[in-house]
């Protein structure tokens, strides 16, 4: 970081229709969460959106890819890449508060359920990305630490109005074998380190120095098009075929 603009990939998950309450306004038009990631090649295994609840989010008109959903900053740094019709200028449709944007159900462009939902993070930060972040609990420690969270306490779910079947079907889907990790380093790392809870931040830290690396360089995918592979020969293959399906965007800050 700081070292000149970062590359994300920018994950479109479309609203199913019918479209909830809080986008009544948007009927007939295509509604996407959108979310930056580093690890395309994971989305064979979204489980579900991360959403934090206290945060502010808008709705934007894209020229090419119906509207979005993600914080104003992400709407602003998108104005300057081509999403909107004039550089530098977008214009706000709504705005929402996290905790009303939960509980909605979304395809996802890769993952073996048909649907997933938008569930609360609370470690989400503010200025990174869009506010909104795909969740993969097989490979990613602080998505597993989030999900089990909700697993756990019935009483967190019902604090955020989420229910039962947007979180118990929910199983991490083996997508990334790792030597030393097996094929869920997340959940690996997660039991070795006797992790607590998403708050378990020094731990998380770790956890991620332990699998991130070692997945990039040795990790070999084991579903999709490029099962077999290493992912550091197709990772950049993966994110090309995301875009021409148009289920995803490059996008820098
Ligand atoms: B990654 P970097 Cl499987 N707040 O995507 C907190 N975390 C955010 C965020 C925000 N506002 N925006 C994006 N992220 C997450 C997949 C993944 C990611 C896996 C493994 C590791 C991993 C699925 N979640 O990231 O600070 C997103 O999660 C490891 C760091 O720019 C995004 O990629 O390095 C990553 O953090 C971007 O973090």
């Known amino acids: 970081e700081g070292a000149g603009p970062q590359e994300y990939t920018l994950i479109k998950m479309e609203v199913l229709e019918p479209l909830p309450n809080v986008f009544k306004s948007f009927k007939g038009k295509k509604v996407n969460f959108v979310a930056a990631t580093l690890r395309p090649e994971t989305m064979y295994g979204q489980t579900n959106c991360w959403v934090h609840p206290d945060i502010k989010y808008i709705a934007f008109e894209t020229v090419n890819d119906g509207i979005f959903i993600c914080t104003k900053r992400a709407a602003r740094n998108m104005s300057y890449q081509g ?22 159900a979304l395809k996802s462009p890769a993952t073996c359920y048909q649907k997933i939902y938008s569930l609360p993070m609370l470690t989400i930060k503010e200025d990174k990305g869009t506010g909104i972040v795909t969740s993969v609990i097989s490979d990613s420690p602080d998505d597993y630490a989030a999900f089990v969270d909700l697993q756990k306490k019935p009483a967190f779910r019902e604090k955020y109005g989420i229910t039962d079947d947007m979180v118990l079907p929910y199983k991490p889907v083996p997508i990334l074998e790792i030597p030393e990790f097996g094929n869920l380093s997340a959940v690996h790392v997660y039991d070795k380190l ?48 995301l875009i021409e399906q148009k289920d995803a965007c490059i996008y820098y800050e």
């Not at 909107?84 to 509980?103: I, P, R, S």
């Not at 708050?199 to 998380?204: I, P, R």
């Open 194 to 241: 006797k992790i607590q809870s998403q708050n378990d931040k020094d731990k998380l830290v770790q956890a991620k120095e332990m699998v991130y690396l070692k997945g990039f360089y040795d990790g070999v995918l084991l579903v999709g098009e490029f099962k077999g592979s290493k992912v550091q020969d197709v990772k950049k293959n993966i994110q090309i075929k």
């Open 83 to 104: 999403f909107t019709e004039k550089d530098g200028e977008f214009n706000v449709l709504e705005h929402f508060v996290g905790q009303n944007l939960l509980g909605i």
